[in-house]
């Protein structure tokens, strides 16, 4: 997600890639738009502002704490904007409640948000003292605590490994469950750190770890193809999706969904005719993706990590 600058234009919060954001969706009069990751509204008040007067915002959020923030930045919009606790991967569910056939544009800002980081009692900052959260959902029952202090060692290693790429997944995992239990982040941080005696230049030792733990707490890589899935269906021909990504396992998938349905034939390569059937739905815009410039990246230095990439509803043959 994005900084928390000052900015009138966009309800008190500059996100990351703002105006590129407004420059990949087809904002129109009459448009209808989701973002899926609502968070603190900053692009969702930026989109609303730009298709004044009468274009419809639905925004959506797992955190029910962001869409409270949400709701009051874009409240001067009233019924234009309506706002609902859901992950991005029921974006077809709610938009089937709302009566919405199809949409113009749908952004999803994957990620940490500001505000989620530095709330030490969300459990998500490795810096800051806190419980063994890490839920964007506080209604959901699983923990980063339970998977910490439950899983074994095998299964915990995988997870480090796969959703952390972390190289010293196995040494982390074995060294957390001779630690256990674990009730804290400073407590899982420092068992990280002993357990890396030459940590990565210039990232803290623990923030893969804390990475691949939030991933696999929210299950959000499979949120993630859950909802660009969704999304295609959504939209109108000519309307695009836009997809902020800040590390590598999100980019990537981003890149595969969007690239294979581009396609008309999805078959492996020994396949003598095609047998799938499928038809490509996505054009893709961007072949490589979209970063912040340097001015943004020393605003907001969270942001050096994004990625955008964009694709655009084309019409079925």
Known sequence: MGAS???????????????????????????????????????????????????????????????????????????????????????????KKMDWQSVDGILFDIGLSSMQLEDGSRGFSFQREGPLDMRFDPTQSLTAEELVNTTSEQALTSIISKYGEETRARKIARAIITARPLKTTLQLADVIKGASKRPKRGIHPATLTFQALRIAVNDELDALERGLEAAVGLLTPGGRIVVISFHSLEDRLVKQFFRRESKDCICPPEALACQCGHKAMLKVITKKPIYPDDEERQRNPRSRSAKMRIAERIKLA
Do not use: K, M, W
């Open 5 to 95: 600058d000052d900015d009138a234009n966009t309800g008190g919060h500059t996100p990351v890639l703002y105006q590129h954001v407004l420059a990949a969706l087809p904002l129109r009069a009459d448009g209808y738009y989701i973002d899926g990751t609502v968070g603190a509204a900053g692009h969702a008040f930026g989109i609303l502002t730009s298709t004044a007067p009468d274009g419809a915002l639905l925004g959506l959020d797992r955190d029910p704490n962001a869409l409270a923030i949400a709701a009051e930045r874009l409240s001067e919009f009233g019924a234009r904007a309506s706002l609902h606790q859901a992950s991005f991967a029921e974006i077809d569910i709610v938009a």
